[in-house]
């Protein structure tokens, strides 16, 4: 997959800076669609996908008894299935992370119960025999299962998704341009990190006060610390009042196309951009282009923070 630049870019402050600026903008977007086309064709990411669908979907109450049980948990597996489709093992004194599990079975007509609890509570449904009664959900068991870091073994594919480049410069700046972008911003210590295997994060105070607060993963790598910071920042600029969560992967492409070209324009390795679009299936690469108006006003609109503008952003 081809690296984007390593060196910053310019514009310089003439009438054609808005015209240059957007017709860059626009490369800079035919180009990410291509490393996203390119990426999701590669053998590294279809590797990871393969992974990734081994892993069953839990249910909203699962998840939250996964949360409540083990906040910092990403990936959760059974015993069984860590060794024999992962070829990893529960590492010894670990403790479980309780679920409940359907049960499935064959299931009476009329009580919708197994056979032996059908005969329990006396069921007088006798037309067809037990085995020949449709399979179905009877109850919910309590199963084990185990998170990823609990487990030791073969390491599951990743995807290279962290910037690169020198950016100690990029962090301060983008702190100080946080109350003109109208956000609040924390960067977290990792101990104290409470969002799993987030990076950042843009939530709400609450109900009535709407300023978002921005929290990034403290990292030694500022690059991605601050590609990440874009990410957040452009979901607060641009998707404050959506709650409709069939559009979080649009969101997502959005907040992370917006993340690319900034740091592109810091002069940032933002290739790893193409991986994390890539991650998201729901979204064909080519609706990047169908909101460029969105996604370039958004980062001309924190590029001018970045430099020390006080402009308003170009109207494209």
């Known amino acids: 997959m081809t690296t984007t ?19 860059t903008i626009e490369a800079w977007i035919d180009d990410l669609v291509d490393h996203v086309d390119d990426a999701q064709a590669s053998e590294e990411f279809q ?67 197994s056979p032996s609890y059908h005969e329990q509570i006396g069921c007088e449904y006798d037309e067809t025999p ?13 199963t084990a299962v185990f998170d990823v870091s609990q487990t030791e073994g073969e390491p599951l594919p990743e995807l290279e998704t962290e910037a690169t480049g020198d950016a100690d410069d990029l962090v301060p700046a983008l702190k100080n341009a946080a109350a003109d972008i109208g956000v609040t911003v924390r960067i ?25 607060v921005v ?32 559009e979080r992967a649009k969101r997502e492409v959005e907040a992370e196309a917006v993340a690319y070209i900034v740091g592109r324009y810091c002069g940032l390795d933002t290739s790893g951009s193409a991986f994390y679009l890539a991650a998201w299936q729901g979204d064909d690469p080519a609706s990047i282009q169908n909101r460029l108006d969105r996604i370039s006003n958004t980062a001309k609109e924190i590029i001018k923070m970045i430099d020390g503008s006080t402009s308003e952003p170009d109207e494209t």
Not at 86 to 96: L, M, S, T
Not at 190 to 211: F, I, M, P, S
Not at 221 to 245: K, M, P
Request: charged share 30%.
């Open 188 to 212: 977290v210590n990792a101990d104290e990190w409470e969002h799993g295997d987030a990076t950042g994060v843009c939530k709400y105070r609450n109900q009535r006060d709407l300023q978002p």
């Open 215 to 246: 929290e990034a993963k403290a990292r030694s790598n500022q690059a991605d610390l601050v590609v990440t910071l874009i990410h957040e920042y452009a979901h607060a600029l641009l998707h404050s009042d959506i709650t409709d969560e069939t």
């Open 130 to 142: 037990p085995e020949e009664w449709s399979k179905g959900l009877v109850g919910f068991k309590p």
């Open 5 to 23: 630049s390593d060196s910053s870019v310019s514009f310089e402050e003439t009438d054609a800076r808005r015209d240059e600026m957007h017709s």
């Open 47 to 113: 590797d990871w996908l393969d992974v990734q669908s081994r892993f069953h979907d839990y249910s909203h109450r699962n998840t939250l008894l996964i949360k409540l049980q083990y906040p910092e948990a990403t990936k959760v597996a059974g015993y069984n299935t860590w060794r024999n489709e992962f070829d990893r093992h529960v590492q010894e004194g670990e403790q479980a992370i309780w679920i409940w599990t359907p049960i499935i079975t064959n299931r009476c007509p009329e009580c919708e119960n």
